[in-house]
């Protein structure tokens, strides 16, 4: 076989292999949401917000199926103080944004006391949690990217599969979703 004969053949068993994939990439491409759209304040993106067992409300505002799950936003309203327990995500950033009120926010060995208008980054694979401090209401504007599994686990608790769970459990049902507890809720009465 001559080399341009060999070479045309090779190109075009290529092309013939590559189809496939480039179909699957399109089909892919069409979970993402193709229109932009907005969520009006006090609203979600999704059919309801979404109540945790910790006090917090969210309303989604772009969910990780408009993103093929490259990020996930929510607006965080939290009447109660306190936050939940020190923990670490696998594959995620995190990064707060305080809207209204108060919030500790622990990332690494460093405590942030943050107010509204100011904001936290907390990367993946540092531990981290947050605390509303005072008596207002508290609103965070909150990003996790990628979004991985966290809105599906923050439905799945709204829903009430962790309630009767042993700490054991929930252990193993936050780590299924891509975060693992690391140790206690911030001591939210001492300010840091």
Not at 60 to 72: A, N, W
């Amino acid at each position: 076989m001559e080399r341009k004969s060999f070479l045309k053949s090779c190109f075009t068993i290529g092309a013939i292999a590559a189809t496939p994939f480039q179909l699957i990439a399109k089909g892919f491409s069409r979970l993402r949401v193709n229109n932009g759209f907005m969520v009006a304040a006090g609203k979600t993106r999704s059919e309801k917000a979404i109540t945790l067992l910790e006090g917090d409300t969210f309303f989604s505002k772009i969910s990780s199926k408009d993103t093929d799950g490259d990020i996930y936003v929510f607006e965080s309203s939290r009447v109660k103080e306190g936050g939940p327990a020190h923990h670490l995500h696998f594959s995620q950033d995190e990064w707060w944004y305080v809207l209204q009120g108060e919030f500790l926010i622990k990332v690494g060995e460093t405590t942030y006391h943050a107010k509204a208008g100011d904001s936290v980054f907390g990367p993946r694979m540092i531990p981290h949690s947050f605390a509303k401090i005072g008596e207002t209401e508290g609103k965070l504007l909150m990003i996790f990217q990628p979004a991985g599994k966290m809105e599906e686990f923050f439905n799945k608790v709204s829903q009430g599969v962790a309630k009767n769970m042993t700490e054991d459990q929930q252990d193993k049902f936050r780590e299924e979703h891509g975060f693992k507890r690391v140790g206690p809720p911030i001591d939210h009465y001492k300010k840091m």
